[in-house]
């Protein structure tokens, strides 16, 4: 079987969660049919491949360099969907690979299997971004999602949102695939060798392994959160340090209210350390390991990568009542789901932000001031991802939804 795998993100070039899952599901999937990437940002040199999966990479048509974004997204996927002959499937991530899914699908009369990493009429304030390319993002969402031979829900939230913003699609389509994590990659360091490159890397950026910290890692996007959980920390006992793994902002609007909001406090408490570049793994993981726990303060989150690879380093994770979220934290075992009345207008706004914000802090407070308890969750969170989200258990059941649309 060959199965054709179109992305966005693909390394080297990963932002966010659904880049990480399709390239552990490729290498994963790689050993038992043959896989074949397309992403965008251009080809990768040689030295960026791992032997392991073709990734055939795809700059933006030259005609198209001063359209609009979502445009831009549509010459790439017209060039992949040219590229796929031979294939016996193909499956897409993201809307920015939707189309070239639906197309080349179309094109070569096989299955289209897409994942769901996030829903475009949950995310009304990318209009922000892209102005009118929203519109399009959202039609190439639709399209594909209503032609699809299959649809992969990360979460069981995650379906229960598709379905409510496709109602169209026959829900028997839709199947739960959970997200994974690499559990040796995220693991805290174990030789003296990588304990001493650890402590180098928190020296470097500045954090303080002794003191209590609450650590959050995310793009800055409104999806995210983060705004809230800066209110929050308001509210923290003096002697938190907040570690803010934070970049990538989608608008100027919402940049610029973060960097108000984190100035404001720095000029008001010590230990606030902002990084705004994308870390390695290996520093990442050293600044994971460094923290007391985790916080996931998202109003619109389908499942949450950021909230396993935290687990899997062994921190407890504070998080929001919405979406997968609670799929992933065991409430009083892993972690604590902080409650969000949200409106249901698509933005995911908390209906009363302050109670929300209040409510996360007083959750952060209660870990940061009980170690003891938090490295307890630690470990459980920890087991929970061997138990539950090992990549082999869901390459084993992609696969199933291959087998299954291929049979008719």
Sequence with gaps: MRVDLLTREYPPHVYGGAGVHVTELARVLSRSVDVRVHAFDGPRPADDADGE??????????????????????GTDLTIAANLAG???????????????????????VPHVLTAHSLEPLRPWKAEQLGGGYALSSWAERTAYEGAAAVIAVSGGMREDILRAYPQIDPDKVVVVHNGIDLQGWQRPTTDEERDAAAATLARLGIDADRPTVVFVGRITRQKGLPHL??????????????LCA????????????????????ERRQGIVWIEEMLPRPELVAVLAAGTVFVCPSVYEPLGIVNLEAMAVGLP????????????IDDGVTGTLVPIEQADDGTGTPIDPARFERDLAEALTALVTDPQRAAQMGVASRRRVEDHFSWDAIADRTFEVYESVLRG
């Design 87 to 109: 294939t016996d499937l193909v499956h897409s991530h993201t809307w920015y690979a939707n189309l070239a899914g639906t197309l080349g699908a179309l094109l070569n009369d």
């Design 230 to 243: 800066l209110r929050a920390v308001e509210h923290l006992p003096e002697d938190v340090q907040l570690v």
């Design 247 to 266: 970049g990538a902002p989608d608008t100027p609007e919402i940049a610029a209210e973060v960097t108000g909001l984190v100035s404001k406090l720095q």
């Design 317 to 328: 994770v504070v998080g929001s009542a919405t979406g997968g979220i609670p799929e992933v």
């Design 53 to 74: 999966v073709p990734v055939t990479g795809y700059d933006d048509l030259p005609e198209l360099q001063q359209a609009n974004a979502a445009l831009r997204t549509f």
